[in-house]
C-alpha cells in the first residue's frame, strides 16, 4: 500500500466531510511526522493544539500503558482511583475549586451552556426557558446542533437547521455590543479569547477585561472557551492571564491528553459547578481512569517542562523571524506564543496553495478561513527547528 492507495480507500468508504493535505501519516515523535514512504515533516499544527506536549510524549505515553494494564473504564456508576487526583491536580494547577470532565471540546461547551442555563434559573432568578447566551460572530466552539446555533460560518450551519434558541451573536472585540445585548435573562457571554478558527482573531487590547467588568456588574457568568488557546499554547497557561481575567467557567480540551484520547472539562468554582445534581448531566467515557491517568501525566509535562514560557518565548522568536520575511502575498503576522497567523492579501489566491508548497518542503501547515496560514507547533520545538523551517516559508511565501 502507497500513499495512493491509502487516500483511495478513504476517499471510497469514508465521509467526505474533511479535505486534507495528501500526506497519509504513520507514526511522529516530538515536532516531527513521518508519512508511509518514510518522508519527515515538521508539524506547524500541532492537531489543532491537542499535541502541545509534542507527539507521543514518553511520560504520556506510560502513564497511557500503565493504566490501560490496569483499568481503562469504570463508567461513572462506580468511583475510580485516577479521577479523584485528577480532579486535585487539575483544580491545584488552575486555582479552580471545580471541574466537570468530558471527552470532546465540542461536549465541554455543550456542558458549559447547560450549568449556565442552570445557573440562570436556579440562582439568577430568570424565568424558566428564557435563559440567553451571548456569543460573538466568528467563532469556533465545535459542531453540535446547539453549538452550530451560534456559529457565524454558513458552511457549518446552513444545512443544518432548524436551531436551539436562546443564543444572541454580536461583534467579536466590541465590549459595548455585549453590554448592549445583555438583558434580564442573559445567563452568559461565551467567547474564545483569540479566536482559532475565526483566523487567528485577537481581540483589542482591554476587551477581555471590559467584559469582564460588564459581566460582573450585570450578573451574567463569563465563560471562556480555552479549548484551543488553553494550556500554554498562547504563552500562558490561560490566553485570559494576559488581561489578568479569571473568568466564571474555562473550558479546556485538545491539549488535557497530550494528543492520545479526547479529554475536555469544565472549569469552575463550587458555587456555580456544585449545582449540578446527580443525574442532570454525565458521559459514559467522561472522567475514566484511563482518560485521567493521560490527563494527569499531560498536565505534569505542561508544568515540568515549562511550555508556558516556552511557547512565549520561542512564539515571540518564531512571530519576529516571519514578519521580517518579504513576501509580496503577506498583509499580516499575528499571534500569541506559539499560535500564529500569517494572514495573506486576497490577490495571494488562497493559503491552500501556499500550504502545498510547504507540504513539499516538510512542512505541514493549515489554512485557516482561506487567506491565512496557522503556525502553531508543538510547543517543545526549539531554535533551531524554528531556523531550520524559515528559509523554507521564505521561499514559499515568495513563490508566484
Ligand atoms: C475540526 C477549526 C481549530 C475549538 C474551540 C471548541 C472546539 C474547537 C476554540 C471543539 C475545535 C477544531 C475542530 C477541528 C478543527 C479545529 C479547528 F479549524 F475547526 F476551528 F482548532 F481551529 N472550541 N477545533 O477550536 O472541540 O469537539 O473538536 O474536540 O476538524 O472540526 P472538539
Not at 44 to 63: D, K, R, W
Not at 85 to 97: H, N, Q, R
Amino acid at each position: 500500500m502507497n500513499t495512493k492507495d491509502f487516500i483511495s480507500l478513504e476517499e471510497q468508504y469514508g465521509a467526505h466531510n474533511y479535505h486534507p493535505l495528501d500526506v497519509v501519516i504513520e507514526r511522529a515523535e516530538g515536532v516531527w511526522v513521518y508519512d508511509v514512504d518514510g518522508k519527515q515533516y515538521l508539524d506547524c499544527l500541532s492537531a489543532y493544539s491537542a499535541v502541545n506536549q509534542g507527539h507521543v510524549h514518553p511520560e504520556i505515553l506510560n502513564a497511557l500503558l500503565e493504566q490501560a494494564k490496569k483499568v481503562t473504564l469504570t463508567s461513572r456508576a462506580f468511583r475510580n482511583d485516577q479521577l479523584p487526583l485528577f480532579y486535585k491536580e487539575l483544580s491545584e494547577m488552575t486555582g479552580y475549586e471545580m471541574s466537570l470532565p468530558m471527552n470532546s471540546g465540542a461536549e465541554a461547551v455543550e456542558t458549559a451552556l447547560k450549568l449556565a442555563r442552570k445557573w440562570a434559573y436556579q440562582v439568577k432568578g430568570v424565568p424558566r426557558h428564557r435563559a440567553e447566551i451571548i456569543t460573538a460572530a466568528g467563532n469556533f466552539h465545535g459542531r453540535t446542533l446547539a453549538i452550530i446555533t451560534f456559529s457565524t460560518e454558513p458552511l457549518y450551519r446552513d444545512d443544518f437547521g432548524p436551531f436551539t434558541p436562546g443564543f444572541v451573536t454580536v461583534a467579536y472585540g466590541d465590549a459595548d455590543a455585549i453590554e448592549k445585548a445583555i438583558t434580564p435573562n442573559t445567563a452568559a457571554v461565551l467567547l474564545e479569547p483569540i479566536q482559532g478558527e475565526g483566523g487567528v482573531i485577537i481581540p483589542p487590547v482591554g476587551y477581555l477585561k471590559k467584559v469582564a467588568e460588564i459581566c460582573k456588574k450585570n450578573n451574567v457568568l463569563l465563560m471562556l472557551d480555552e479549548i484551543q488557546t488553553g494550556l500554554a499554547r498562547t504563552g500562558k497557561l490561560f490566553a485570559a492571564q494576559y488581561e489578568d481575567v479569571r473568568p466564571d467557567a474555562t473550558i479546556i480540551g485538545k491539549a488535557l491528553s497530550g494528543g492520545f484520547y479526547p479529554v475536555s472539562a469544565v472549569l469552575a468554582d463550587k458555587a456555580l459547578l456544585g449545582l449540578f445534581k446527580p443525574g442532570e448531566h454525565g458521559s459514559t467515557f467522561g472522567g475514566n481512569p484511563l482518560a485521567a491517568a493521560v490527563a494527569r501525566a499531560s498536565l505534569r509535562v505542561i508544568r515540568e517542562e515549562k511550555l508556558a514560557e516556552r511557547s512565549q518565548q520561542l512564539g515571540e522568536y518564531f512571530m519576529e523571524q516571519l514578519s521580517e520575511i518579504p513576501s509580496p502575498h503577506v498583509k499580516e503576522v499575528r499571534g500569541k506564543g506559539l499560535l500564529i497567523g500569517v494572514e495573506l492579501r486576497p490577490e495571494a489566491k488562497g493559503a491552500r496553495r501556499f500550504c502545498e508548497a510547504l507540504q513539499e518542503k516538510g512542512i505541514l501547515a493549515k489554512e485557516t478561513h482561506e487567506n491565512v496560514i496557522r503556525f502553531a507547533p508543538p510547543l517543545v520545538i526549539d531554535k533551531e527547528t524554528i531556523d531550520w523551517a524559515l528559509p523554507s516559508i521564505r521561499d514559499v511565501l515568495n513563490v508566484k
